[in-house]
């Protein structure tokens, strides 16, 4: 089991054609499959977005004929793919060539007789489709065979990794289990695009984009959908014309800042969600957080939602991301063993709070990538020398400048194992000097911190911010102490002193199980100390969070 890992494909599934990452040791048969050329991001999402439009979503019985349903709906054009899932009901989404179909179809459709409410009638692609004669049509039929939308079980993947063949090859398992799905992706940009609907009442030229982990090549089946509500192509002006005496501008309602201008925008649309979206629950403004924001659950598609505006840096963070991810296959097996662990551990957590957050684990995992000899992936600071002019991004004053297409980005010469990196990555940080240095992917060096935060992770590009500002000085202690462990259990297993017998996890599953965490604390307080001081902890969070307005949400 400690042979060199063979892992399986697991290519980026971002893209619809399916760019792959980079050649890896022992990936040479997954390699010969993929086509090399990748997608940038832009391309990605556009390709996406308008796939979306194509779209439709549709709550229908579990027993139906897909055969019929089919048919039926290609009266309206021909389908180009669909597929079922469940959330609160069986659901159907059905992409059709052409945008018209889609208007053929809600031609045919009527709007609900209730009997004791009332309906409001904003027409969606989101329909509700019955049988006429429910009893005969179902009655032989076998519920449709449904794509799942969540991840396994933890203990279930912990008996998965056992069966691997090294602890490289578990990563890549633990990667193919966890990461969205081709379905999974559609589905995330087709619940934007029917916000995006909705948003269009108000300005129609609109978009709105998914960023963060669901398009960064870094997300989880079940992660969170931020969701971006895009009004620049609105703002953009067209250059002046040269000829005639005159100029012409849009009078326009005037705001003090444009902070005041998202909440307001957020505002009314988060009040459209409200009241007339369907499907969607749950609305809550969050507009005095640092970066506004409408939370909300769209229970179609059984996505949390954060819908933003005004936040094109999140989105060139997430463009970097997807970058990152897409340059070597060992980026994204590391990133998502190392958030599973965490998780696992309570490191992380869904609720907000004076925890390590996923996006800061994703950074202190490029950072030690970019410190490896030779380094897997370049500099934020070498990015931007490869830039080209087009690539030239200046958001609100803060540079976000770096090269988008990654065929431009040379492999790196490193062969090192996913074994050796997921060891190292616990020993480096381990002993990682946080008490002094800051971490910084755009030099790939420590440096100094400027304020004493128990963990400053700078932001890439608003470079006076402090990504992981809510972390207090308990938690980040949490995280030394358990990697600390887990770099030591790994060295143990790797000399062949494992004190587990071959039917016990090993490897990345033993890293998971909750012993690892009551172990670890070797002669100083106990992980969870009395009930007092939790609850004090939890209460210091709580202040944590209002003083600093989400800070969690805080480049969003
Ligand atoms: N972001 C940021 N600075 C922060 C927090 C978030 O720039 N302090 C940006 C990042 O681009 C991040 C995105 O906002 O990817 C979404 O934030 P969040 O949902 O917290 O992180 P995700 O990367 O989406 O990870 P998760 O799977 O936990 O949602
Ligand atoms: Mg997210």
């Given amino acids: 089991r400690r042979a060199p890992g063979r892992p399986r494909l697991s ?4 893209s619809s054609t399916g760019a792959a990452a980079q050649r890896a040791p022992g990936r040479e048969e997954a390699d010969s499959k993929v086509s090399s050329w990748k997608k940038t991001f832009p391309e990605v999402q556009a390709e996406r977005l308008e796939q979306a439009q194509r779209t439709v979503l549709i709550n229908c019985p579990a027993k139906i004929s897909e055969k019929k349903f089919l048919k039926y709906l290609s009266h309206h054009g021909k389908i180009n793919s669909h ?18 179909s889609i208007a053929s179809l809600q031609d045919i459709t009527r709007t609900p007789g209730i009997e004791e409410e009332c309906a409001v009638p904003f027409k969606s692609r989101l329909f509700t489709l019955t049988l006429k ?14 794509h799942k939308q969540s991840t396994i079980l933890v203990n279930d993947l912990v008996q998965k990794l056992c069966s691997a063949d090294s602890v490289s090859s578990q990563l890549y398992t633990l990667m193919d289990e966890y990461q969205l799905t081709e379905e999974n992706t559609k589905l995330r940009f087709l619940a934007c695009s029917l916000i995006q ?6 300005f129609p030229e609109c978009t709105v984009k998914p960023f963060g982990s669901s398009v960064n090549t870094f997300g989880k089946l079940g992660c969170d959908l931020d969701m971006f509500l895009d009004l620049d192509e609105i703002e953009r002006s067209p ?23 998202s909440q307001r925008i957020l505002s009314v649309i988060g009040d459209c969600i409200d009241n007339f979206g369907p499907g969607c629950v749950g609305v809550q403004k969050i507009l005095n957080a640092r970066c506004p924001l409408v939370r909300f659950s769209h229970q179609p598609t059984g996505f949390q939602c954060d819908l933003t505006t005004n936040n094109r840096v999140a989105m060139r963070s997430s463009e970097l991301l997807y970058i990152y991810g897409s340059l070597d296959s060992r980026v994204r097996a590391l990133v998502f063993s190392v958030r599973c662990w965490a998780r696992a551990h309570g490191i992380t ?11 800061s684990l994703t950074m202190m995992a490029l950072f030690f990538l970019q410190k490896r000899t030779p380094p897997i992936i370049p500099t934020l600071d070498q990015l931007k ?14 540079d976000c400048t770096f090269a988008s297409n990654v065929n431009k980005i040379k492999p790196t010469e490193n062969t090192e194992t996913l074994d050796v990196l997921l060891s190292d990555f616990f020993e480096y940080f381990g002993n990682f000097a946080f008490n002094k240095n800051s971490i910084n992917i755009r030099k790939g060096k420590e440096q100094n911190k400027p304020e004493p935060s128990p963990l400053y992770i700078q932001n890439p ?7 992981s500002k809510n972390v207090n000085q308990s938690q980040l202690d949490r995280f030394v102490a358990l990697a600390r462990e887990c770099a030591w259990i790994l060295q143990q297993e790797d000399k062949g002193h494992s004190s587990l017998s071959n039917s016990q996890p090993w490897g990345l599953a033993a890293l998971l199980l909750p012993s690892v965490a009551s172990n670890c604390v070797k002669g100083k307080k106990k992980r969870k100390g009395p009930a007092s001081e939790r609850i004090k902890s939890l209460l210091d969070s709580l202040k944590i969070n209002n003083a600093n307005s989400l800070v969690n949400n805080g480049g969003k």
């Fill in 133 to 146: 004669n429910s009893s005969i049509q179902a009655a032989d039929q076998a519920p449709v065979h449904c």
């Fill in 11 to 14: 290519p980026v599934r971002l």
């Fill in 349 to 359: 957590s869904t609720i907000p709070g004076p925890w390590i957050t996923n996006f």
């Fill in 385 to 398: 020398d490869l830039a080209d002019a087009e690539d030239k991004h200046i958001v609100e004053g803060h």
């Fill in 461 to 467: 590009f608003e470079q006076a911010l402090n990504i």
């Fill in 197 to 202: 609907e909705i948003a269009c009442a108000y």
């Fill in 83 to 100: 597929y079922f899932y469940e959330s609160y009901g069986t659901y159907a989404v059905v992409e059709f060539s052409e945008k018209d």
């Fill in 239 to 261: 250059t002046r014309t040269k000829t005639g005496p005159f100029y012409m501008e849009y009078q326009m309602k005037r705001v003090p800042s444009q902070r005041i201008a």
